[in-house]
């Protein structure tokens, strides 16, 4: 009798836990083909490349059956990778262009999550149209994939001698007075010059004007999640601050910044994987090379994982200056 009962005592038990149960299997469906992708795939060819940066690559000949073999150096083709020139003509070195594309990166990441998020505020506002213009901001991110971003990395030359032949043109001066003193990245230069900024902030000014176009094509996903974002936000809240007296300002700085900062985490970390794993960087070309890493380059893995090394230091700086203002409403907050 008392085995009966304590029978459907367990049964009852295994009841009440069975949605707990069921929700977290169904996360492991959802996530299945991840592990299995992580597990079958990328942690083999992980291991493989961390042999690879630390051997030295052997071709055997035909004549003795081919194929290769890897001898054990340790730590040398790191040390090579330190000291390699990268460029003969100003004898930059491989370390010295990743620090130099840090320092570019950091600048465009900041533009972009600017950029997006001041687009997502302005989407959100009512207007004529506002579906339409949602779509022609993500249309580059279509656009960009597959072939078409192979396109723009082959034509990348041809952009680049057609950018030099028009900054031979001259489209008018500061001194002008109209707005095509303000037409090319060199005007605005000289503009803010002439304002008494520095050197530095010039160049960089003048760099971002001369990049909006990448800029804008790379910030359609982080607008559609700032823009996510912000509908999530209660109306009342803000009816509630305007009855307040609250100016937009105000609104924008006390109630709209924090309850996006999730998403200006989740935003940030996507565009620093983004921008440091672009087909367009240069230091990825140079990982790559020449060859597109057809065949083993014990060289190529010691510089991949030198640059993963500084992209995940990065991410780290990003969490953690990100979570110094993060922001999480919970479903309990009153």
Do not use: H
């Not at 707990?20 to 291991?47: C, D, E, H, Q, S």
């Amino acid at each position: 009798m008392n085995t009966t009962v304590d029978t459907k005592n367990k049964t009852k038990k295994r009841k009440r836990a069975s949605l707990n149960t069921r929700k977290a299997r169904m996360g492991w469906i959802f996530v299945l083909p991840f592990v299995l992708g992580l597990i079958l795939v990328y942690i083999p060819v992980i291991i493989e490349s961390i042999s690879y940066s630390l051997a030295e690559y052997n071709t055997i000949s035909a004549i003795q059956g081919g194929g290769y073999t890897l001898t054990w150096v340790g730590l040398d083709n790191f040390k090579e990778v330190f000291k390699l020139v990268v460029d003969s003509k100003t004898g930059e070195t491989f370390i010295e262009m990743m620090v130099t594309d840090l320092g570019q990166q950091a600048i465009d990441i900041v533009a972009i999550l600017m950029l997006s998020l001041f687009i997502a505020v302005l989407l959100n506002q009512k207007m004529v149209g506002r579906a339409a213009f949602r779509a022609i901001f993500f249309i580059p991110v279509v656009v960009g994939a597959g072939i078409m971003t192979k396109i723009d990395a082959t034509s990348a030359t041809i952009l680049s001698t057609a950018s030099g032949m028009l900054e031979e043109i001259d489209t008018g001066s500061v001194a002008g007075g109209g707005f095509g003193g303000i037409a090319s990245a060199m005007d605005i230069g000289a503009m803010f010059e002439s304002l008494g900024f520095g050197g530095e902030l010039v160049t960089i000014v003048s760099d971002l004007v001369g990049n909006i176009m990448n800029i804008v094509n790379r910030s359609g996903v982080q607008m559609l999640i700032f823009l996510a974002g912000v509908q999530s936000i209660s109306p009342s809240i803000y009816e509630s601050c305007q009855v307040e007296g609250a100016s937009a300002w105000e609104i924008f700085w006390k109630i709209t910044l924090p309850m996006l900062s999730p998403m200006i985490l989740a935003n940030a970390i996507y565009t620093v994987v983004d921008a440091f794993t672009s087909e367009g960087n240069k230091v990825m070309a140079s990982i790559i090379g020449e060859n597109g890493a057809i065949s083993p380059d014990p060289i190529a893995a010691a510089k991949a994982w030198l640059y993963f090394a500084m992209v995940a230091v990065a991410l780290m700086a990003v969490m953690g200056i990100c979570s110094t203002f993060v922001f999480y409403q919970r479903r309990n907050d009153k």
